[in-house]
């Protein structure tokens, strides 16, 4: 099994809503991703796990809290979004975060819309 | 930040040699070249990567120059399927604060039309 799957596929919330994403792999990768990407632009590193500890967090805003409550598993808790948050929200695992062969696997995202 | 320039969008005929260019002329000694595609609405797919030699796998060849600050990646008989962004990318693999980080470039554009 060579797939990271992501649910929700759409998910439209109002602003003062409480959701989250979910992201699920099973190829026993240690580091999993979240990223954020709007509209064509390219996209932008928003925390890493690894081993199931938060290793990085790209000065994200709290309104985004992530959770690795597993090897397998990579939640993104949202509440109090903006509209301006709106966009495709990818999750992606590796193996671990060296190595020079550690290609990220990435899931078909989430695509979000804050009304 | 993307340490790598690429031209926004190409064309290329099917059944042709696609040839994309990156310059990654800060590009330092302990930094691969990485190359990653997405087709539009889904993941990003890792395609290959490089240090200094030339690299080929099934799915792409990467030539990169001897001073190492440019590249190009190679499809060699591009598809249909082969309409995505393309994204050159150059990290670090070992110890270092941008370890696990990928910086995504604004890519290429490259679309093969019949």
């Known amino acids: 099994d060579t797939e990271v799957t992501q649910t929700p596929k759409h998910l439209v919330m109002g602003m003062t809503n409480k959701k989250s994403l979910k992201c699920e792999q099973h190829?026993?990768?240690?580091?999993m991703y979240w990223y954020k990407q709007k509209a064509k632009k390219p996209p932008e590193l928003m925390f890493v796990?690894?081993?199931?500890?938060?290793?990085i967090n790209e000065s994200v805003p709290s309104r985004f809290s992530p959770e690795c409550p597993n090897s397998s598993l990579l939640n993104l808790h949202l509440h109090a979004l903006q509209p301006e948050d709106s966009a495709l929200y990818l999750c992606?695992?590796?193996?671990?975060?060296?190595?020079?062969?550690?290609?990220?696997?990435f899931g078909p995202g989430t695509r979000l819309t804050v009304l | 930040d993307a340490k790598t320039t690429q031209p926004t969008s190409m064309d290329c005929a099917e059944g042709r040699a696609a040839n994309l260019p990156c310059n990654h002329s800060?590009?330092?000694?302990?930094?691969?070249v990485y190359w990653y595609r997405q087709i539009h609405s889904q993941g990003p797919q890792y395609i290959i990567h490089g240090l200094k030699n030339n690299e080929t796998n099934e799915m792409a060849s990467l030539i990169i120059t001897e001073d190492r600050k440019s590249s190009t990646l190679i499809l060699p008989h591009a598809t249909l399927r082969d309409t995505a962004v393309y994204y050159c990318?150059?990290?670090?693999?070992?110890?270092?604060?941008?370890?696990?980080?990928?910086?995504f470039g604004r890519g290429t554009q490259l679309t093969v039309w019949p």
């Open positions: 800060t590009i330092s000694g302990n930094e691969y």
């Open positions: 992606a695992s590796s193996q671990g975060l060296a190595g020079v062969t550690n290609e990220q696997f």
């Open positions: 190829m026993g990768h240690r580091a």
């Open positions: 990318i150059v990290r670090v693999a070992a110890r270092g604060s941008t370890l696990g980080r990928l910086y």
């Open positions: 796990y690894s081993y199931e500890k938060l290793s």
